[in-house]
T-cell receptor
Framework: GAVVSQHPSWVICKSGTSVKIECRSL??????MFWYRQFPKQSLMLMAT?????????EQGVEKDKFLINHASLTLSTLTVTSAHPEDSSFYIC??????????FGPGTRLTVT | GENVEQHPSTLSVQEGDSAVIKCTYS??????FPWYKQELGKGPQLIID?????GEKKDQRIAVTLNKTAKHFSLHITETQPEDSAVYFC?????????????FGQGTILTVHP
């Protein structure tokens, strides 16, 4: 149990285009999902907290108009990187809360912007 | 804000030896302390966690100890195997929220030599 999937696992896009990443909890319902960004050899940096049916809460310094988050159901949250630029290239990981305290992570999405 | 310090940043051991990674936290309200294992190109995997109402928890070769007074917790891996090689992250739930965000340590690269 507690499986979280992400799609796509990797994506290459041109500068100026938008990319959508999906995060799904496969065998449980998740009221809260989280989106992280990870640079090579670094720790996970929380970008935003996504709550089903409400607006996401963004961490300080994260542009909400650039990183659009939608949590349409208890099993799906999406992150859209709008007008992507090379500096947005990174490893994006989502996590979902299955029950009190526990968070389970997806396999991550490698985004490369050319 | 909350800060989680993790040491060492790299750890190299021989197969069969024990490995210990230590984390120190600053928020006295924190009451949940998970450990994650991340292999290259994958998302973090929850391997063990502990809540502040216990001092130690063990799961086969893995154990976590918590010292609330000193605000530190440690991961212990016994009888290490090459497949234990990965990056390990500690975290805590700053503020003590049950469905809230986690604050991560900087990570420890563990290498187990055959």
């Amino acid at each position: 149990g507690a499986v979280v999937s992400q799609h796509p696992s990797w994506v290459i896009c041109k500068s100026g285009t938008s990319v959508k990443i999906e995060c799904r909890s496969l065998d449980f319902q998740a009221t809260t999902m989280f989106w992280y960004r990870q640079f090579p050899k670094q720790s996970l940096m929380l970008m935003a907290t996504s709550n089903e049916g409400s607006k996401a809460t963004y961490e300080q310094g994260v542009e909400k108009d650039k990183f659009l988050i939608n949590h349409a159901s208890l099993t799906l949250s999406t992150l859209t990187v709008t007008s992507a630029h090379p500096e947005d290239s990174s490893f994006y990981i989502c996590s979902a809360s299955r029950r009190e305290y526990e968070q389970y992570f997806g396999p991550g999405t490698r985004l490369t912007v050319t | 804000g909350e800060n989680v310090e993790q040491h060492p940043s790299t750890l190299s051991v021989q197969e069969g030896d024990s490995a210990v990674i230590k984390c120190t936290y600053s928020d006295s309200a924190s009451n949940y302390f998970p450990w994650y294992k991340q292999e290259l190109g994958k998302g973090p995997q929850l391997i063990i966690d502990i809540r502040s109402n216990v001092g130690e928890k063990k799961d086969q070769r893995i154990a976590v100890t918590l010292n609330k007074t000193a605000k530190h917790f440690s991961l212990h891996i016994t009888e290490t195997q090459p497949e234990d090689s990965a990056v390990y992250f500690c975290a805590d739930n700053a503020g003590g929220t049950s469905y809230g965000k986690l604050t991560f340590g900087q990570g420890t690269i563990l290498t187990v030599h055959p």
